[in-house]
């Protein structure tokens, strides 16, 4: 009899054991359902936010290129543009006229759009007007900056 309680003691300790672990498990379920459907929730929160992010951006695309083609229309689709460039050495070297020095300026930016050019010839005047005029001390990116918008708009289409 005293092995039948034993065993009886047995049998019981591993429903016991059977049971916590039965009960550990439905706590972790639960806490995992709940993560679950916070997450779930979560989710289609983001995904309406990344909906309503791409309309926006879509949208705003659209703005840019209508503004850019309004700006195109207004500035003209042509642009002259003139950049002059630093003396190089041999230029030193190369005047057609020995009585003007090799170091008199014949070309010179009057405003921000016109230049005036000294024919060494004679040493009349002639001058040009542009969109824009950069001087010798201008850098690439300045000029890119300059038809930036130009070459957006011919790239977009």
């Not at 065993?7 to 709940?34: A, G, R, T």
């Amino acid at each position: 009899m005293n092995q039948k309680l034993q065993n009886y003691e047995l049998v019981d300790k591993k429903k016991l054991k059977k049971l916590i672990q039965s009960e550990k498990i439905s706590e972790e379920y639960n806490i995992l359902s709940n993560e679950n459907k916070s997450l779930t929730h979560e989710f289609k929160t983001l995904k309406q936010n990344y909906g309503t992010l791409s309309e926006s951006y879509a949208q705003e695309v659209k703005s840019r290129k209508e503004y850019l083609n309004k700006l195109q229309d207004l500035e003209g689709n042509i642009r002259v543009f003139c950049r002059l460039r630093p003396v190089q050495p041999i230029d030193m070297n190369t005047s057609h006229d020995k009585s003007i020095p090799n170091t008199t300026k014949i070309v010179h930016i009057t405003d921000a759009y016109s230049v005036k050019f000294i024919q060494q010839s004679d040493l009349s005047e002639k001058q040009f007007t542009f969109d824009s005029c950069f001087p010798e001390s201008t850098s690439q990116t300045d000029i890119f900056s300059a038809c930036e918008n130009l070459l957006k708009s011919g790239m977009d289409g």
